[in-house]
């Protein structure tokens, strides 16, 4: 398990991430787990997938410091909202 994953960053000329860096595939073996024992893998140069729900976020999923500001939702969070969808297709 590799706790602090190495990272390269797309930037705007002006120094940030480019907004779709979250995004930008990468092949990477990086797992980490956050504070509820989940698994976490990086599929994207920022972004990470949780193992048991499927679930993307778009930062490091152990803090709030990422462009939403906070932490991921929890599994039964996701749940919860996931249930309350309607699919309008």
Not at 53 to 58: I, Q, R, T, V
Not at 63 to 78: A, D, G
């Amino acid at each position: 398990m590799n706790d602090k994953p190495n990272t390269v960053y797309m930037d705007h000329s002006y120094g940030g991430p480019h907004n779709l860096e979250p995004f930008r595939v990468i092949d990477s073996n990086d797992i980490i787990v956050d504070s509820y024992g989940e698994k976490w893998k990086r599929i994207t140069s920022m972004g990470w997938f949780r193992n048991s729900d499927g679930f993307f976020w778009p930062g490091d999923p152990t803090n709030s410091n990422n462009m939403m500001n906070s932490l991921p939702p929890t599994v039964s969070h996701v749940k919860q909202i996931r249930g309350n969808s309607v699919y309008l297709g």
